[in-house]
């Protein structure tokens, strides 16, 4: 069975970091764009990062950047989102999903064809 699990989400105080991660069962996620999601409560889910498996390029949306980072490890089949001086209004379940094969992240952070999800972890940002 094709399976993606997210992992490492938690509560959190302000300016805190967590390590999320994104493993993959039945497949390789070698030859995929990887992206990063998340949803608020009331609120449409958001493509906050992207890595690309044709050339590695990374690609933020503004309200993350230099503050998370994205990274991938083939040989341990998993991606991984850094996610650092968190802010409350980072609160949101993360999703990781790839894209459909092509291996690009043409819309920068957002992966405009999603394959597969993930079931999502839970980031919670607060005093």
């Known amino acids: 069975q094709v399976q993606l699990v997210e992992s490492g989400g938690g509560l959190v105080q302000p300016g805190g970091s967590l390590r999320l991660s994104c493993a993959a069962s039945g497949f390789t996620l070698d030859y995929y764009a990887i992206g990063w999601f998340r949803q608020a409560p009331g609120k449409e889910r958001e493509g906050v990062s992207c890595?690309?498996?044709?050339?590695?390029?990374?690609y933020y949306t503004d309200s993350v950047k230099g503050r998370f980072t994205i990274s991938r490890d083939n040989a341990k089949n998993t991606v991984y989102l850094q996610i650092n001086s968190l802010k409350p209004e980072d609160t949101a379940v993360y999703y990781c999903a790839t894209d459909s094969g092509d291996g690009s992240c043409p819309n920068g952070p957002s992966l405009p064809f999603v394959d597969s999800w993930g079931q999502g972890t839970q980031v919670t940002v607060s005093s």
């Open positions: 890595i690309s498996s044709s050339d590695g390029s990374t």
